[in-house]
C-alpha cells in the first residue's frame, strides 16, 4: 500500500470518529434519537364519559400499566355514588371533568333546568375532589346557545371531540384502537369508561401512540376553530 492511499485511509477513519463523537450519524443512531423524543409529534386527548361506573378502577389500571393519561367527564350522580373512583381517578394523574348530573338532552330541557344539570356537577365534583372542574362536555356532543351560556355563566370550557371511537355502539377492541389511529396531534377522541372493549383497548392505543410519536395529552382551550359536524368548538390536547 502506498504512503498516499495510506494516510487517505487514516484521514477517513479520523473524520468518520470525528462525526460520531459529535452525533453525526445515520441509520440506528439516528432512530435512537428520535425515540428519545416520544411526543414529537405532538399530544392527543383521550376523554372517557359517564363514569365513575363499576369497571373505572379496571380501566386506570390498564392506563397506569400503559403508562397513559386522559381525561374523565364524569357525571353527578355517579360521582356522589362512588366518590371513591373520582379520588382515584386523580391520583392516577387523570384530569376530572363535568358531564352533567344525569346525562340528558341538555338541548330539550329548558332551562333552568340544563343550568342546574352543570351547576350541581360542579359542586358535587369540588365536593369530592376539592378541586372546582374547568371542563364540560354535553352529553351526546349536544350543544347550542344556550348551553354554551351557561357554561360561560359556570366558567367551563366545553370540550366535544375530532374523533368517535363507536365504544358505546359496540365496537371491538381493534374498532376502538383502529379509531384512535386517527387521532391527528390536538385530536380527541371520545370513549366511555363502562364497555369492557375500551379497557382491552388501552395497550392497542398505548402502543399505535408511541410508534407515531404521540402522546397523551391535558385538554386546553384554543382560539381556533375546531370542526364539529356543522358547528365549531375550542378545545385541543396540548403538552400536560
Known amino acids: 500500500m502506498t504512503v498516499h492511499r495510506l494516510r487517505f485511509r487514516i484521514t477517513a477513519l ?30 392527543v386527548g383521550l376523554t372517557y364519559d359517564d363514569g365513575p361506573s363499576a369497571t373505572t378502577d379496571q380501566l386506570l389500571a390498564a392506563l397506569r400499566a400503559n403508562h397513559l393519561r386522559a381525561t374523565f367527564f364524569d357525571q353527578g350522580n355517579n ?16 384530569w376530572v371533568g363535568n358531564h352533567t348530573f344525569t346525562h340528558p338532552h341538555l338541548t330539550q330541557i329548558g332551562e333552568p333546568a340544563a343550568f342546574q344539570e352543570i351547576a350541581s356537577t360542579q359542586w358535587v365534583l369540588r365536593d369530592v375532589t376539592g378541586r372546582e372542574p374547568t371542563l364540560f362536555r354535553p352529553p351526546f356532543g349536544e350543544t347550542d346557545d344556550q348551553v354554551r351560556a351557561d357554561e360561560s355563566r359556570i366558567g367551563v370550557l366545553e370540550v366535544l371531540w375530532t374523533v368517535d371511537s363507536q365504544d358505546w355502539n359496540g365496537a371491538t377492541a381493534e374498532q376502538i384502537a383502529a379509531a384512535a389511529h386517527t387521532l391527528q396531534p390536538g385530536g380527541i377522541i371520545l370513549m366511555h369508561d363502562w364497555p369492557p372493549a375500551t379497557i382491552d383497548a388501552v395497550p392497542m ?19 381556533r376553530n375546531i370542526p364539529y359536524g356543522t358547528q365549531f368548538f375550542h378545545a385541543q390536547a396540548v403538552r400536560p
Open 14 to 43: 479520523l473524520a468518520a470518529s470525528t462525526l460520531a463523537v459529535f452525533g453525526f450519524t445515520t441509520g440506528s443512531r439516528a432512530q435512537t434519537a428520535a425515540e428519545a423524543k416520544p411526543c414529537r409529534n405532538g399530544y
Open 79 to 94: 360521582s356522589l355514588d362512588r366518590p371513591q373512583l373520582v379520588r382515584e381517578e386523580l391520583r392516577a394523574g387523570m
Open 205 to 223: 392505543i398505548a402502543s399505535d401512540l408511541a410508534a407515531r410519536g404521540l402522546c397523551a395529552g391535558r385538554i386546553a382551550y384554543t382560539p
